[in-house]
């Protein structure tokens, strides 16, 4: 036991060694983006900071982490079973000792998001593994292990392939050959401002037109330009003027769960661009139809 707790000593000394150094150095800037992270956002968003309320969100979350319901009988039967023939009390303490310290820190921290609790489900998910290992009869365990890879393969290749049916998720989107646009976008930037840095706001957040592409073309077309996704947290015309270029689509202009503030900068936006206002000035630079029906949006701020 004592040689044991002496190499755990040992290892997170190493630990500290490497990482310390790091959390020194920069800790000015760990500071700022943890109250970014956890204060800000948590104000901006509404997130619940007393304990119940927070356990109650968790709970209403799991609908958003949960790709498939079709696994949910095989969890809760592999816990019954557990419980019924296996017994494992170590095995037990050590998936709870896993879950609850972290769910607790999930529910202190006061900004919350639904994919913090997926690390913890693992640690049910192995319970349920060895409740079904432990059925005593062997045809019907293996009719279940059977139904089992069944279902997780089918599960898998709809969200991998589309096939045969694709499963509809926020975070699982099907891989499509269309054409989105984001790199003529840029190039037809590049070619107007050859020499120019521009500073460019992303507004659209749609799975296949949102910031991340315009940084993943950006990055090998232009790499000179800075891109920006806006629209995370209110925002203001004022805001806008610190950038040449303002980017965004019609129809749907971003998943519902990022939605919300977009769709209020909106909501003044055309209004803006139809009345004589003080203030900055969009003047439509270009469009570009894209595979949805929609409108791809590039507008150039003047001050």
């Known amino acids: ?67 498939s319901r079709w696994l949910l009988p095989f ?67 293996l009719a279940v292990v059977i139904a089992l890879i069944i279902i997780a393969s089918y599960q898998f290749s709809a969200i991998s392939f589309g096939w045969p049916k694709f499963i509809e998720h926020p975070y699982t989107h099907r891989a499509v050959r269309e054409d989105w646009q984001v790199d003529k976008i840029l190039a037809g930037l590049k070619t107007a401002f050859p020499e120019k840095e521009l500073r460019l706001a992303v507004l659209a957040n749609q799975p296949y037109f949102n910031p991340n592409l315009f940084h993943f073309y950006g990055a090998v077309q232009a790499p000179s330009f800075k891109i920006d996704s806006v629209g995370d947290r209110p925002l203001n015309f004022t805001q806008l003027t610190a950038y040449h270029f303002l980017i965004l689509k019609t129809g749907d202009i971003a998943l519902e769960h990022t939605a919300r503030h977009r769709r209020a900068f909106l909501s003044k936006f055309w209004p803006w661009l139809e009345g004589e206002n003080k203030g900055p000035s969009f003047i439509l630079w ?18």
């Open 1 to 67: 036991m004592w040689r044991a707790l002496g190499h755990g000593i040992i290892v997170v000394m190493i630990a500290l060694a490497l990482a310390l150094p790091w959390y020194v150095k920069n800790y000015h800037d760990f500071r700022s983006g943890a109250q970014n992270a956890l204060y800000v956002d948590s104000k901006l968003e509404g997130d619940p900071t007393r304990f119940w309320p927070s356990l109650i969100w968790y709970l209403a979350a799991l609908k958003d982490v949960l790709i």
């Open 75 to 141: 969890f809760l039967g592999g816990w019954a079973a557990f419980f019924l023939w296996s017994r494992n009390w170590l095995a037990l303490s050590f998936s709870l000792a896993w879950f609850f310290p972290s769910l607790l820190i999930f529910i202190l921290i006061p900004n919350k998001d639904a994919r913090f609790i997926l690390p913890l489900l693992p640690s049910l998910a192995l319970l349920s593994s060895a409740g079904l290992n432990s059925i005593p009869w062997k045809r019907t365990k």
């Open 286 to 303: 270009g469009k570009w139809p894209l595979p949805d029906g929609s409108e791809a949006l590039v507008y150039q701020i003047e001050k």
